[in-house]
């Protein structure tokens, strides 16, 4: 069983930036994929960027791209997502995720089993 904690979350003013952590615990294999998606009431869940390991390789969304970036400590295990230039339609509840297996691990594609419990961001403008 693979744990997922997120930290980070916050408001902030349209144009600030803000960093999400996710440290998992537990079980997985050595190749797998971790990510982020966001929800907003009433809409799907979105994938934001994910993470394949133990390449270290990153996939981010188009929608995203050119603001959010996500990196690596491999010495913590932990997962960061780096959001600048932030925009109201931004505000969602993040939500780290991974698949420990490594099964559904494909670039640009993950289907997580396990789920952190999330993070609210709040962009105002």
């Known amino acids: 069983q693979l744990q997922l904690v997120e930290s980070g979350g916050g408001s902030v003013q349209a144009g600030g930036s803000l960093r999400l952590s996710c440290a998992p615990s537990?079980?997985?294999?050595?190749?797998?994929?971790m990510g982020w998606f966001r929800q907003t009431p009433g809409k799907e869940r979105e994938g934001v960027g994910y993470l394949y390991l133990p390449a270290g390789t990153t996939y981010v969304a188009d929608s995203v791209k050119d603001r959010f970036t996500i990196s690596h400590d491999s010495a913590k295990w932990i997962m960061d997502l780096q959001m600048d230039n932030l925009k109201p339609e931004d505000t969602a509840m993040y939500y780290c995720a991974a698949d420990p297996s490594g099964a559904s691990c494909a670039y640009g594609s993950l289907h997580p089993s396990s789920w952190g419990q999330g993070t609210q961001v709040t962009v105002s403008s």
């Open positions: 537990g079980s997985h294999y050595v190749s797998y994929c």
